[in-house]
């Protein structure tokens, strides 16, 4: 701790002695800050130098930043994780979601909801993740980071995810482990028919990759027990996804028919398994989700499944999955927590989600619009709300990337004829 | 009119007693059929909306109701026993679904091109909770890659892909082929262009760096031989703004009409007066777009244009990887924009609806006329304090902006931002 005063108090030195040489790039002042990491909920400026976060404090003076941007009025968040999209898109016509037209470019769709990180989930397998880094990853202004999934050629099609033999613990550990540390965060199980030899391998793999794992557990006729998979298969740590999926005959859900949450899942939260919404175009519905949040069963993670089939539904983007849970009674610092600081500490990356000095400056401004607001779920069913977040501006390492009503740009100014 | 048979045959399979049953329904049936106007019940009902249509000078309160993907009915009230699903749009401006005549969707998996590639976005990720449901390809694709262009992307989309087809063979590759004039080929364009006139509405001219006209020439010929205008993009730089305006002819278009880099000389000169050339081009009937994009808007141009009499004929979006996050965003954002400059909603409204679908000589779309596709939007104006910024980052204020409510594509739902067409939740069912 004094070591760290010491070096402080010598950084501080440097940074007034050597003046312009480190001008502030972006000033955004005056807006609500909230930095669940930090414990930060108030008034302050955030100041912008080199891609990275100078400053965090209630009054920083502007005569040394490039650009002031006033956001007084507005919330200044870490950029958002969505910690579970498609974003493999591609053109293999026989594909799903690895490689084909079903997953989509994550930046059409992060920005403009104040995402700066998607994770994806399970899209590409330990055989086509180079590809997928290739034409995805390396090519996107959003930070992508990936759950690898178990199949090895991932989620290209439901018969090619149930291949028991193309899911294989020490490949995809492997990949972990020693070729892309970097980026992927995690093992992905799903759609698979069978018992639960999926989610062991996952498991399995997961242990050998020293990650969490995914598990999107449905498809099963009968549901298999949730109570199992929570209690046996699963470690503390790992996520299940579309926690508010309404079951039909192939899913087991969390909360009974009565509308009672099981007092399992309570058990299992407290156990540590990660509960994580993973919205989609099947996986949310009112009729678990309102129950849920009434008796405090509350997700860890608030996360979209952006592909296709959600992107124009009840889904829309993060900015609207939000919301939702704004017009369900969650605060919104509670809101904030579980897109960043939540997700960030889930998959191990706690240079994310944050504002602390010296991170990369990953920023979203929202404004929180007042009005009369309809929320659809996936059966077509709307819950009402009177507050929905809108993303202002949105900054990835330090640039800004987003700006919906020019609040970082200057006015037009009419030529005078000359 | 399946019901009334129904009955019928119900009367010859059962007994007296049920015949008589079967009768007192058949008369039932018959009230409720006169009643109902021959039994015609519409799929779809928006009540209460202010409609505009510019095509049939309607602006004012009308619902519409919608049957078998086609307009039904517009009238000042349709009763609402009528629809199977009635949705109030109160408040809310009713319009034709919008068409945003430039755009580049030929998304593929190639790295840093537009044909087949990364920097083309997929449609249905940006139109429908735009309020567009019609946009038209400007010559990604050309006649050796359209056949790749509409399998991957055209018969995949919810949006209506309409395209203009490149006079450069294989579209724009960005790579030295798309300035091979020799892959410039007036016959084989026309020839793919005739045999989809469903799909193709046009040639596209843009991204020649020669100053050979014979690209242009080419371009105009393809448009002749099929009888379809030819759009004309920028980055064409050796070739003279004026004359590129007077080869073309009268419904040809030109884009990035307001753009201010070097590689065309703006519409309005130094003084801020717009060329003597560019309207006598425009009374000529040449149409000019707007092709905001990354690059193609400035509001320097713009304004000066507008208040002498050049506002853009229809809102191409040039909808790209690099406008996508920009001052484009999207086409709510485009006629919010024009509004912030001066134009009224009516004029916004017949630039992004009747004016884009007479561009392309597409008569069926851009209206709300009776028996046409059922291709509405839905939009709110939002008040409040708004910022519209341009190609330069400069910004005008504005008090309005346009939200997309609802789309309806082919008579179907598309969109729902509020969940207006939305069941509201039973607290009751909520709870147990």
């Given at each position: 701790m004094?070591?760290?005063?010491?070096?402080?108090?010598?950084?501080?030195?440097?940074v007034?002695?050597?003046?312009?040489?480190?001008?502030?790039?972006?000033?955004?002042?005056?807006?609500?800050?909230?930095?669940?990491?930090?414990?930060?909920?108030?008034?302050?400026?955030?100041?912008?130098?080199?891609?990275?976060?100078?400053?965090?404090?209630?009054?920083?003076?502007?005569?040394?930043?490039k650009?002031?941007?006033?956001v007084?009025?507005?919330?200044?968040?870490?950029?958002?994780?969505?910690?579970?999209?498609?974003?493999?898109?591609?053109?293999?016509?026989?594909?799903?979601?690895?490689?084909?037209?079903?997953?989509l470019?994550?930046?059409?769709?992060?920005?403009?909801?104040?995402?700066?990180?998607?994770v994806?989930?399970g899209?590409?397998?330990?055989?086509?993740?180079?590809?997928?880094?290739?034409?995805?990853?390396?090519?996107?202004?959003?930070?992508?980071?990936?759950?690898?999934?178990?199949?090895?050629?991932?989620?290209?099609?439901?018969?090619?995810?149930?291949?028991?033999?193309?899911?294989?613990?020490?490949?995809?550990?492997?990949?972990?482990?020693?070729?892309?540390?970097?980026?992927?965060v995690?093992i992905?199980?799903?759609?698979?028919?069978?018992?639960?030899?999926?989610?062991?391998?996952?498991?399995?793999?997961?242990?050998?990759?020293?990650?969490?794992?995914?598990?999107?557990?449905?498809?099963?006729?009968?549901?298999?027990?949730?109570?199992?998979?929570?209690?046996?298969?699963?470690?503390?740590?790992d996520?299940?996804?579309?926690?508010?999926?309404?079951g039909?005959?192939?899913?087991?859900?969390?909360?009974?028919?009565?509308?009672?949450?099981?007092?399992?899942?309570?058990?299992?939260?407290?156990?540590?398994?990660?509960?994580?919404?993973?919205?989609?175009?099947?996986?949310?519905?009112?009729?678990?989700?309102v129950?849920?949040?009434?008796?405090?069963?509350?997700?860890t993670?608030?996360?979209?499944?952006?592909?296709?089939?959600?992107?124009?539904?009840?889904?829309?983007?993060?900015?609207?999955?939000?919301?939702?849970?704004?017009?369900?009674?969650?605060?919104?610092?509670?809101?904030?927590?579980?897109?960043?600081?939540?997700?960030?500490?889930?998959?191990?990356?706690?240079?994310?989600?944050?504002?602390?000095?010296?991170?990369?400056?990953?920023?979203?401004?929202?404004?929180?619009?007042?009005?009369?607001?309809?929320?659809?779920?996936?059966?077509?069913a709307?819950?009402?709300?009177k507050?929905k977040?809108?993303?202002?501006?949105?900054?990835?390492?330090?640039?800004v990337?987003?700006?919906?009503?020019?609040?970082?740009?200057?006015?037009?100014?009419?030529?005078?004829?000359? | 009119?399946?019901?009334?048979?129904?009955?019928?045959?119900?009367?010859y399979?059962?007994?007296?007693?049920?015949?008589?049953?079967?009768?007192?329904?058949?008369?039932?049936?018959?009230?409720?059929?006169?009643?109902?106007?021959?039994?015609?019940?519409?799929?779809?009902?928006?009540?209460?909306?202010?409609?505009?249509?510019?095509?049939?000078?309607?602006?004012?309160?009308?619902?519409?109701?919608?049957?078998d993907?086609?307009?039904?009915?517009?009238?000042?009230?349709?009763?609402?026993?009528?629809?199977?699903?009635?949705?109030?749009?109160?408040?809310?401006?009713?319009?034709?679904?919008?068409?945003?005549?430039?755009?580049?969707?030929?998304v593929?998996?190639?790295?840093?091109?537009?044909?087949d590639?990364?920097?083309?976005?997929?449609?249905?990720?940006?139109?429908l909770?735009?309020?567009?449901?019609?946009?038209?390809?400007?010559?990604?694709?050309?006649?050796?890659?359209?056949?790749?262009?509409?399998?991957?992307?055209?018969?995949?989309?919810?949006?209506r892909?309409?395209a203009?087809?490149n006079?450069a063979?294989?579209?724009?590759?960005?790579?030295?082929?798309?300035?091979?004039?020799?892959?410039?080929?007036?016959?084989?364009?026309?020839?793919?262009?005739?045999?989809?006139?469903?799909?193709?509405?046009?040639?596209k001219?843009?991204?020649?760096?020669?100053?050979?006209?014979?690209?242009?020439?080419?371009?105009?010929?393809?448009?002749?031989?099929?009888?379809?205008?030819?759009?004309?993009?920028?980055?064409?730089?050796?070739?003279?703004?004026e004359?590129?305006?007077?080869?073309?002819?009268?419904?040809?278009?030109?884009?990035?009409?307001?753009?201010?880099?070097?590689?065309?000389?703006?519409?309005?000169?130094?003084?801020?007066?717009?060329?003597?050339?560019?309207?006598?081009?425009?009374?000529?009937?040449?149409?000019?777009?707007?092709?905001?994009?990354?690059?193609?808007?400035?509001?320097?141009?713009?304004?000066?244009?507008?208040?002498?009499?050049?506002?853009p004929?229809?809102?191409?979006?040039?909808?790209?990887?690099?406008?996508?996050?920009?001052?484009?965003?999207?086409?709510?954002?485009?006629?919010?924009?024009?509004?912030?400059?001066?134009?009224?909603?009516?004029?916004?409204?017949?630039?992004?609806?009747?004016?884009?679908?007479?561009a392309?000589h597409?008569?069926?779309?851009?209206?709300?006329?009776?028996?046409?596709?059922?291709?509405?939007?839905?939009?709110?104006?939002?008040?409040?304090n708004?910022?519209?910024?341009?190609?330069?980052?400069?910004?005008?204020?504005?008090?309005?902006?346009?939200?997309?409510?609802?789309?309806?594509?082919?008579?179907?739902?598309?969109?729902?931002?509020?969940?207006?067409?939305?069941?509201?939740?039973?607290?009751?069912?909520?709870?147990?």
């Amino acid at each position: 701790m004094k070591l760290y005063s010491v070096v402080l108090f010598i950084f501080c030195i440097t940074v007034t002695v050597s003046g312009n040489a480190q001008r502030i790039d972006i000033l955004l002042k005056g807006g609500h800050v909230i930095d669940p990491c930090n414990k930060i909920d108030k008034v302050m400026d955030v100041a912008i130098t080199a891609g990275k976060i100078s400053g965090v404090a209630p009054s920083i003076p502007g005569d040394s930043a490039k650009k002031i941007v006033n956001v007084s009025g507005m919330y200044v968040t870490p950029g958002i994780i969505d910690m579970h999209v498609h974003v493999f898109h591609g053109t293999d016509a026989g594909s799903y979601l690895a490689n084909g037209f079903h997953g989509l470019p994550a930046d059409g769709f992060t920005f403009r909801a104040g995402v700066t990180t998607v994770v994806d989930a399970g899209s590409s397998g330990w055989k086509n993740f180079r590809s997928f880094k290739a034409q995805t990853i390396d090519r996107a202004k959003t930070r992508v980071l990936a759950f690898l999934n178990i199949v090895g050629i991932g989620m290209y099609g439901r018969l090619e995810e149930q291949d028991v033999s193309d899911m294989n613990p020490e490949m995809t550990a492997y990949m972990i482990r020693h070729e892309f540390p970097d980026i992927i965060v995690g093992i992905k199980s799903a759609h698979y028919w069978g018992d639960f030899t999926q989610v062991d391998r996952a498991v399995k793999a997961g242990e050998l990759g020293g990650v969490p794992v995914m598990v999107d557990f449905g498809e099963h006729h009968p549901p298999n027990s949730i109570e199992e998979l929570f209690m046996k298969h699963m470690r503390p740590g790992d996520i299940f996804t579309h926690t508010y999926a309404n079951g039909f005959e192939d899913r087991e859900t969390v909360v009974d028919k009565d509308g009672k949450v099981k007092p399992f899942v309570f058990a299992a939260q407290k156990r540590g398994i990660v509960f994580d919404v993973g919205h989609g175009g099947g996986a949310f519905s009112w009729i678990q989700a309102v129950p849920a949040m009434q008796q405090k069963f509350w997700p860890t993670t608030i996360s979209s499944d952006l592909h296709t089939e959600s992107m124009n539904g009840g889904m829309k983007d993060m900015t609207n999955v939000m919301s939702k849970f704004l017009a369900m009674g969650m605060p919104l610092q509670d809101v904030i927590l579980r897109c960043t600081w939540n997700p960030a500490t889930v998959i191990n990356r706690k240079q994310l989600g944050n504002l602390s000095i010296g991170s990369e400056a990953d920023v979203a401004v929202f404004s929180l619009r007042e009005g009369d607001f309809g929320f659809l779920d996936v059966t077509g069913a709307k819950v009402k709300g009177k507050q929905k977040l809108e993303a202002e501006l949105t900054i990835r390492a330090g640039k800004v990337v987003w700006d919906l009503n020019g609040i970082g740009a200057a006015d037009y100014v009419p030529n005078t004829k000359r | 009119m399946n019901k009334t048979r129904d009955v019928f045959s119900d009367i010859y399979r059962s007994g007296w007693r049920k015949s008589v049953q079967s009768i007192l329904q058949l008369c039932i049936g018959v009230v409720f059929i006169t009643t109902n106007g021959w039994g015609q019940t519409y799929d779809l009902l928006l009540r209460n909306g202010q409609l505009i249509d510019p095509k049939n000078s309607i602006n004012g309160k009308m619902d519409i109701a919608v049957l078998d993907g086609k307009v039904a009915k517009v009238a000042a009230s349709i009763p609402s026993n009528q629809a199977k699903k009635i949705i109030d749009v109160t408040g809310l401006i009713v319009t034709p679904g919008l068409i945003d005549i430039h755009t580049h969707v030929f998304v593929g998996g190639k790295p840093e091109t537009f044909a087949d590639g990364f920097l083309s976005v997929s449609p249905d990720d940006f139109t429908l909770k735009s309020g567009v449901t019609t946009v038209v390809d400007a010559g990604t694709s050309g006649w050796r890659n359209f056949p790749v262009f509409k399998e991957h992307v055209i018969d995949k989309s919810r949006t209506r892909v309409l395209a203009f087809l490149n006079i450069a063979g294989n579209g724009m590759t960005g790579s030295p082929t798309e300035q091979d004039v020799n892959d410039m080929d007036a016959y084989m364009t026309s020839l793919v262009v005739k045999k989809n006139p469903e799909i193709i509405v046009g040639v596209k001219i843009g991204h020649y760096e020669g100053a050979d006209w014979a690209p242009f020439d080419r371009a105009i010929d393809a448009a002749a031989k099929s009888n379809t205008p030819l759009f004309v993009e920028c980055h064409l730089p050796q070739f003279s703004l004026e004359d590129q305006l007077k080869k073309m002819r009268p419904g040809d278009i030109i884009t990035h009409s307001f753009e201010k880099i070097d590689e065309r000389m703006p519409v309005i000169d130094e003084q801020g007066k717009l060329r003597s050339f560019v309207i006598d081009a425009q009374k000529r009937g040449v149409l000019f777009d707007l092709g905001h994009g990354g690059a193609g808007f400035w509001f320097s141009v713009a304004v000066p244009a507008m208040k002498q009499g050049l506002a853009p004929n229809s809102f191409g979006s040039d909808l790209h990887r690099f406008s996508m996050n920009a001052g484009m965003k999207d086409m709510m954002n485009i006629m919010s924009k024009y509004m912030a400059m001066g134009m009224s909603l009516q004029e916004a409204v017949e630039r992004a609806t009747w004016n884009a679908a007479k561009a392309i000589h597409r008569n069926d779309l851009g209206n709300l006329t009776e028996g046409n596709v059922a291709d509405i939007a839905v939009f709110r104006i939002r008040e409040g304090n708004f910022g519209y910024t341009d190609a330069g980052g400069n910004v005008i204020n504005g008090t309005k902006k346009l939200e997309a409510e609802l789309t309806v594509r082919n008579g179907k739902v598309v969109w729902d931002l509020n969940g207006i067409s939305g069941t509201p939740l039973n607290p009751v069912s909520a709870s147990k």
